[in-house]
């Protein structure tokens, strides 16, 4: 449709200029103008001629009467009508077919993708989840909206380096230290892997800060303990960096997994403390701007005149801060990569912290701080329960994953019992289940995770969508072969539903990229599948006996095919060719 629109918008420049107005709006911003009205009877978009009318001193009624005329030898028009100061616009049946259709199909792999982002680059902040720390449903949003987001880049042409900034530094370490050694063997670990990690974890925090619920009693010296250990890696000790090294190992070796199911890879994984020895000179030039401040022992910035509160940049100690090492990091990624853009994807629950250390960045005088991107997400509760993460009581990323990949198995044993590979489909199904359910929402919204809704087949689901896209192969499968060499014609009106639809593909995806929206794309993929769908159960296809309409049809299923099958990776949801 954007090309269409600026054909249309074009002609209504022209339109307008010689309706006597001394100049007329561009034509990029014409075509957003122009709307896809609520209702098919008024036509496929709509220019409402309100705006118009300061500019060119006539009634919106007018206008829109006088471009209607003036739009009636556009070859993309079938007709334009004015109603009520709306101009009507029905785009032309050939037109769709001779251009649209045949661009899907030419373009391949590449219809929907620009060259926008040519020679630029951008950098994703994505996942980073705490070693040791529960890898839980909190971090979905991180990991796939982050995910997306770079996918939607690469397809607009952008360089894209995704990093996962991994939680490897902090005094969870020195608490991980010491449950280790109390209560911990190697063969433990080994065999237990990150579960047993995350058990000694949770062990530790409830014995420093006391259980109430299980009858144990806070035990403060080993808090003091946890710092001494701590201190120790810090001051490189042998012993304590070879467990931490081995804790990272441990933990990363688990988190691949959860990402190979996920088909996700990332291109660095500097975590944390690759920055330890990168914020000094960022502290020296904080100092030397006159921006630090001393308050109750502790350097801050002062960020009232910003209506926020201070920022914490070295407690009374002098050790670093999550703010410190983010501003350090930041400016190492600026000279590393040059990037246009620094996007962050993390929960709702951090937007004040990166809205604070852009500040500092802009105050210190780096001109890049406009390139930062913070990209907020809402809270995940499964079944209307909060995920808590120090206690334990949290719903594991794997887990959940486990669980989709279980049902949807049995579904398969009783559906298609003698389907190939049904392990890999079933986990790929499984996984697309939750991550299409957790992407159909608005990120900013609060979402609530009901497994059977994820999984239904038959609702606006991932299994639907994957299942749609494996008619389109099976139709393609069957029809294989066969000359298409009849002249294409639109017969129905649920074929030409469906392929406005599949028009909309590249500006869907421009969309989703200004706002950092996938959802974007998941509400399209649900539009496309309906209007297949529609147009499957309506129209014969393969029985068809014109062989017009027969090829047509053909041909309207291969770019179904290939919009979804572009759709799909650009929100971490495989294809399947059969399900
Ligand atoms: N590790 C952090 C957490 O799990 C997220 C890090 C986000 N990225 C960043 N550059 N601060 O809360």
Same mark, same amino acid.
């Given at each position: 449709?954007?090309?269409?629109?600026?054909?249309?918008?074009?002609?209504?420049?022209?339109?307008?200029?010689?309706?006597?107005?001394?100049?007329?709006?561009?034509?990029?911003?014409? #075509?957003?103008?122009?709307?896809?009205?609520?209702?098919?009877?008024?036509?496929?978009? &709509?220019?409402?001629?309100?705006?118009?009318?300061?500019?060119?001193?006539?009634?919106?009624?007018?206008?829109?009467?006088?471009?209607?005329?003036?739009?009636? /030898?556009?070859?993309?028009?079938?007709?334009?009508?004015?109603?009520?100061?709306?101009?009507?616009?029905?785009?032309?049946?050939?037109?769709?077919?001779?251009?649209?259709?045949?661009?899907?199909?030419? $373009?391949?792999?590449?219809?929907? =993708? #620009?060259?926008?982002?040519?020679?630029?680059?951008?950098?994703?902040?994505?996942?980073?989840?705490?070693?040791?720390?529960?890898?839980?449903?909190?971090?979905?949003?991180?990991?796939?909206?982050?995910?997306?987001?770079?996918?939607?880049?690469?397809?607009?042409?952008?360089?894209?380096?995704?990093?996962?900034?991994?939680? /490897?530094?902090?005094?969870?370490?020195?608490?991980?230290?010491?449950?280790?050694?109390?209560?911990?063997?190697?063969?433990?670990?080994?065999?237990? +892997?990150?579960?047993?990690?995350?058990?000694?974890?949770?062990? !530790?925090?409830?014995?420093?800060?006391?259980?109430?619920?299980?009858?144990?009693?806070?035990?403060? &010296?080993?808090?003091?303990?946890?710092?001494? @250990?701590?201190?120790?890696?810090?001051? +490189?000790?042998?012993?304590?960096?070879?467990?931490?090294?081995?804790?990272?190992?441990?933990?990363?070796?688990?988190?691949?997994?959860?990402?190979?199911?996920?088909?996700?890879?990332?291109?660095?994984?500097?975590?944390?403390?690759?920055?330890?020895?990168?914020?000094?000179?960022?502290?020296?030039?904080?100092? /030397?701007?006159?921006?630090?401040?001393?308050?109750?022992?502790?350097?801050?910035?002062?960020? @009232?005149?910003?209506?926020?509160?201070?920022?914490?940049?070295?407690?009374?100690?002098? #050790?670093?801060?999550?703010?410190?090492?983010? !501003?350090?990091?930041? *400016?190492?990624?600026?000279?590393?990569?040059?990037?246009?853009?620094?996007?962050?994807?993390?929960?709702?629950?951090?937007?004040?912290?990166?809205?604070?250390?852009?500040? *500092?960045?802009?105050?210190?005088?780096?001109?890049?701080?406009?390139?930062?991107?913070?990209?907020?997400?809402?809270?995940?509760?499964?079944?209307?329960?909060?995920?808590?993460?120090?206690? %334990?009581?949290?719903?594991?990323?794997?887990?959940?994953?486990?669980?989709?990949?279980?049902?949807?198995?049995?579904?398969?044993?009783?559906?298609?019992?003698?389907?190939?590979?049904?392990? @890999?489909?079933?986990?790929?199904?499984?996984?697309?289940?939750?991550?299409?359910?957790?992407?159909?929402? #608005?990120?900013?919204?609060?979402?609530?995770?009901?497994?059977?809704?994820?999984?239904?087949?038959?609702?606006?689901?991932?299994?639907?969508?994957?299942?749609?896209?494996?008619?389109?192969? =099976?139709?393609?499968?069957?029809?294989? +072969?066969? %000359?298409?060499?009849?002249?294409?014609?639109?017969?129905?009106?649920?074929?030409?539903?469906?392929?406005?639809?599949?028009?909309?593909?590249?500006?869907?995806?421009? $969309? $989703? !990229?200004?706002?950092?929206?996938?959802?974007?794309?998941?509400?399209?993929?649900?539009? *496309?599948?309906?209007?297949?769908?529609?147009?499957?159960?309506?129209?014969?296809?393969?029985?068809?006996?014109?062989?017009? *309409?027969?090829?047509?049809?053909?041909?309207?299923?291969?770019?179904?095919?290939?919009?979804?099958?572009?759709?799909?990776?650009?929100?971490?949801?495989?294809?399947?060719?059969?399900?």
């Amino acid at each position: 449709m954007q090309t269409i629109k600026k054909l249309i918008a074009e002609k209504l420049k022209e339109g307008i200029l010689s309706l006597g107005a001394p100049e007329a709006p561009e034509v990029a911003d014409l #075509s957003t103008m122009l709307e896809y009205p609520p209702d098919e009877n008024m036509g496929d978009l &709509a220019l409402p001629c309100f705006k118009l009318s300061r500019t060119l001193r006539r009634a919106p009624v007018q206008i829109a009467a006088a471009l209607a005329d003036c739009l009636g /030898d556009t070859v993309c028009v079938e007709k334009a009508e004015a109603v009520n100061g709306y101009l009507n616009i029905t785009v032309s049946k050939e037109y769709l077919i001779s251009n649209v259709l045949s661009g899907i199909l030419a $373009a391949g792999e590449k219809y929907g =993708s #620009s060259e926008v982002g040519r020679g630029k680059t951008v950098v994703l902040d994505y996942s980073s989840p705490n070693v040791a720390k529960p890898f839980h449903i909190g971090h979905l949003g991180t990991t796939v909206i982050g995910h997306a987001l770079k996918k939607l880049h690469e397809f607009h042409g952008y360089e894209c380096v995704g990093i996962n900034y991994l939680g /490897d530094w902090g005094t969870q370490f020195g608490k991980l230290i010491v449950a280790y050694k109390r209560w911990g063997n190697k063969e433990m670990i080994e065999q237990g +892997g990150i579960d047993k990690l995350v058990e000694l974890y949770v062990k !530790i925090n409830n014995a420093i800060s006391g259980n109430a619920e299980q009858g144990i009693e806070a035990d403060p &010296a080993l808090g003091d303990a946890a710092r001494a @250990e701590f201190k120790k890696l810090e001051d +490189g000790d042998e012993e304590n960096l070879a467990l931490w090294r081995w804790f990272i190992d441990i933990s990363l070796a688990e988190y691949e997994k959860t990402y190979k199911q996920l088909g996700i890879t990332f291109d660095s994984y500097k975590g944390e403390s690759f920055y330890t020895d990168k914020m000094p000179a960022e502290v020296a030039k904080l100092r /030397d701007k006159g921006l630090l401040k001393i308050d109750d022992g502790a350097s801050i910035v002062d960020l @009232e005149p910003y209506g926020m509160p201070p920022c914490l940049i070295l407690k009374r100690d002098g #050790s670093t801060l999550y703010p410190t090492r983010d !501003i350090a990091a930041a *400016v190492y990624r600026k000279n590393t990569y040059d990037f246009d853009k620094a996007i962050y994807v993390t929960s709702a629950g951090q937007s004040l912290h990166f809205a604070q250390w852009f500040k *500092v960045v802009e105050l210190m005088g780096y001109d890049w701080h406009e390139k930062l991107v913070h990209v907020p997400y809402g809270t995940v509760s499964i079944n209307g329960a909060k995920l808590a993460t120090r206690t %334990g009581n949290v719903v594991l990323l794997k887990d959940l994953f486990r669980a989709a990949i279980e049902e949807v198995s049995a579904i398969m044993t009783e559906k298609n019992p003698d389907i190939e590979n049904k392990a @890999e489909i079933a986990e790929a199904v499984g996984v697309g289940a939750i991550v299409f359910y957790y992407l159909s929402n #608005s990120r900013i919204k609060d979402i609530n995770f009901v497994m059977e809704d994820a999984l239904n087949f038959d609702g606006n689901t991932g299994p639907y969508v994957q299942y749609t896209y494996a008619r389109t192969c =099976s139709v393609l499968r069957r029809a294989e +072969g066969e %000359g298409d060499s009849a002249p294409l014609a639109i017969t129905a009106p649920d074929e030409a539903a469906l392929l406005k639809v599949l028009a909309k593909f590249p500006e869907r995806v421009s $969309a $989703a !990229i200004a706002d950092y929206e996938p959802s974007v794309i998941t509400r399209y993929i649900l539009d *496309v599948s309906a209007a297949f769908n529609r147009f499957y159960h309506n129209c014969q296809i393969l029985n068809a006996t014109d062989p017009a *309409v027969r090829a047509t049809r053909v041909e309207l299923t291969r770019a179904t095919n290939v919009v979804l099958g572009n759709a799909f990776p650009l929100i971490c949801l495989k294809k399947m060719e059969k399900i």
